[in-house]
């Protein structure tokens, strides 16, 4: 197998900007070939979308990192944008017969709700992700953000961060199946979880642990 | 690997026991044998005001002396000296069935070939022409789904060729290891039956507990994630 060729569509938005790492450790450490589209205004949305199937071969993965909701997936938080809907249902169409991982809030419901019917070979959504101060301020889920601190939304995203970059370097490096991908991707949260209370023992359910056994819950796979 | 055994009659079987640990004592495996006196004359604390055995009686015994605990194979006495009409041990295994803890277990009925009870049965019909009683009988009969049926004289034989070939339930390892390290607590990682000792958490597996498979699922999930290598993990 060649080394698969990588389409990360990668909105301008700042409170995302921490995943710019996970890009750099795939080229850094693999020779995948590697295109990203870092999109800013409504013009190179409507590019984008305009040329997408044509730019983006058959048998590349999709890696889209932004924001998202079960029913669209957004991101590009610029003066532009401000978090509208970016890839709907209907354009999650664009992607047919391709593997996508969408590294954003509920693409999990995203893919459960639009993922098969629009033709994608196979997907790796996530769950709600606590990735940024603003959430504990203004949650959209206030009982999951409870006794969450600030340490604990920086290290959830280092701990994303290393969760996803590692797992696509083995993905490309040791040429695993898109499954396999998915199964490094929830070990690694499984990893994460357990030494989080090796070492912080006896006492009892804590925020940061919640938080990781959500991201080991929610991880979802479809299709083959 | 510990068999379970619960032989059930109404007189004391601990003469029986002794001859099935001693017909073990070559096997490999042990028998964890124990016995529940129900009927006169030594079990007599299920007899009921009218004098026969009360089942209900039987339930909470049964709750108050074995409470979660498994077998792998309960024998029942077919004759529990409780008169005409009474109970004997086909319609104990019927109550037994409709226990969760119990429902599973392989059943053996003694002191009557099937042969013999159905003739009974059929005695009891040309006795008193009720065909619904009779009928009933044989239904439950049919249904209970009993593995064997032997004479009193070699049922300890039977019990021992019985249950060495019951194949270990797969529940069996979780739950000694459990029961071994019983003061124990999981930490949080689990997340299902947080708080509670890992003697609590078997009980919840024996007793079928809907949460107990999901509990498996995470506890492989969990010991697979922490032993397997992996770079970077």
């Not at chain 1, 590009?76 to 996508?100: C, M, W």
Request: aromatic share 10%; proline share 2%; net charge negative.
């Amino acid at each position: 197998m060649d080394n698969p060729s990588f389409h990360i569509i990668f909105p301008k938005d700042e409170t995302t900007d921490f995943l710019q790492e996970i890009i750099d450790h795939i080229v850094d450490n693999t020779d995948a070939d590697v295109v990203v589209h870092r999109i800013e205004t409504i013009n190179q949305h409507v590019d984008f979308f305009a040329s997408a199937q044509m730019m983006i071969p058959a048998d590349a993965i999709v890696l889209f990192m932004g924001h998202g909701m079960s029913s669209a997936l957004s991101g590009a938080h610029t003066s532009e944008f401000a978090y509208g809907p970016f890839i709907s249902d209907n354009q999650l169409s664009l992607f047919k017969e391709r593997k996508v991982i969408l590294l954003t809030c509920r693409s999990n419901e995203f893919l459960s709700n639009y993922g098969l019917p629009c033709g994608l070979k196979a997907g790796i959504g996530f769950p709600n992700l606590i990735t940024d101060d603003y959430e504990l301020i203004r949650p959209d889920e206030p009982e999951r953000v409870n006794g969450v601190t600030n340490q604990n939304v920086q290290d959830f995203r280092r701990c994303l961060v290393d969760i996803i970059k590692f797992s696509i370097e083995d993905y490309i490096n040791l040429k695993l199946s898109f499954y396999q991908l998915y199964k490094r991707i929830q070990i690694r949260a499984q990893r994460q979880l357990i030494q989080y209370y090796n070492t912080n023992q006896n006492q009892g359910k804590l925020p940061y642990g919640k938080m990781l056994y959500d991201l080991n819950h929610g991880v979802q796979f479809i299709g083959n | 690997m510990v068999k379970q055994l619960l032989i059930v009659d109404n007189d004391d079987q601990s003469d029986a026991i002794d001859k099935i640990n001693n017909l073990v004592k070559d096997k490999p495996f042990k028998i964890n044998c124990l016995q529940f006196k129900v009927g006169l004359p030594d079990g007599n604390d299920v007899i009921g005001e009218n004098g026969h055995i009360d089942m209900a009686l039987v339930r909470e015994k049964y709750e108050r002396e074995f409470g979660a605990r498994r077998f792998h194979l309960i024998a029942f006495d077919f004759q529990l000296n409780d008169g005409d009409g009474g109970v004997d041990g086909v319609s104990l295994i019927k109550t037994f069935n409709g226990i969760g803890k119990t429902r599973k277990a392989s059943k053996i009925l003694y002191s009557s070939e099937l042969t013999e009870i159905v003739e009974e049965y059929l005695n009891d019909y040309k006795n008193t022409s009720n065909y619904e009683r009779a009928w009933g009988k044989f239904k439950t009969l049919i249904k209970l789904e009993i593995v064997d049926f032997c004479k009193r004289e070699d049922y300890e034989e039977n019990i021992v060729s019985i249950i060495e070939k019951i194949s270990e339930q797969e529940d069996d390892f979780i739950i000694e290891q459990l029961r071994g390290l019983k003061d124990l607590n999981f930490s949080a990682a689990i997340e299902i039956y947080e708080g509670l000792n890992l003697d609590e958490i078997a009980d919840k597996i024996e007793s079928g507990d809907s949460e107990s498979l999901k509990f498996k699922r995470k506890l492989i999930e969990l010991a697979v994630a922490h032993l397997a290598h992996l770079n970077n993990g």
